[in-house]
């Protein structure tokens, strides 16, 4: 996957309008457009800019690592407490939901740091 269709991916995954997209990342519409239909790549001074809008670090914008894929195949199964999050985040609307996973991914980011520290 390019970088441009990563980034149009995660515009799809985070539910925001290409135009908001611009907006967040300060870029003529235009110029999103042209990633699009003409297959150009953002310059590099934009790069943070972009991770920014889209919660994601250069490093996975740039490789894709931890976002290319989803582990769909796997068959997890959940206990009580799993089910119990499951039903909490279901219950969210759609704004709680980006931020509960917006939350999950700093924990988890906190937690591997504090192990790295250890």
Same mark, same amino acid.
């Given at each position: 996957?390019? !970088?441009? %269709? /990563?980034?149009?991916? $995660?515009?799809?995954? %985070?539910?925001?309008?290409?135009?908001?997209? +611009?907006?967040?990342?300060? $870029?003529?519409?235009?110029?999103?457009?042209?990633?699009?239909?003409?297959?150009?790549?953002?310059?590099?001074? @934009? !790069?943070?800019?972009? +991770? #920014? #809008? =889209?919660?994601?670090?250069?490093?996975?914008? $740039?490789?894709?690592?931890? !976002?290319?894929?989803? %582990?769909?195949?796997?068959?997890?199964?959940?206990?009580? /407490?799993?089910?119990? =999050?499951? =039903? %909490?985040?279901?219950? $969210?609307?759609?704004?709680?939901? @980006?931020?509960?996973? #917006?939350?999950? @991914?700093?924990?988890?980011?906190?937690?591997?740091?504090?192990?790295?520290?250890?």
């Amino acid at each position: 996957m390019t !970088i441009s %269709e /990563r980034i149009f991916m $995660l515009i799809e995954r %985070e539910q925001i309008t290409q135009s908001e997209f +611009c907006r967040r990342v300060g $870029l003529r519409p235009s110029t999103v457009s042209e990633w699009k239909t003409k297959k150009h790549t953002p310059t590099a001074d @934009k !790069i943070m800019d972009i +991770c #920014a #809008a =889209l919660n994601v670090s250069p490093e996975q914008l $740039l490789t894709g690592k931890g !976002i290319d894929s989803v %582990e769909d195949s796997v068959d997890y199964q959940l206990d009580y /407490r799993g089910k119990q =999050l499951i =039903l %909490e985040y279901e219950g $969210l609307n759609d704004d709680a939901q @980006k931020r509960l996973l #917006a939350y999950a @991914k700093k924990l988890s980011e906190l937690v591997k740091m504090e192990e790295i520290n250890k």
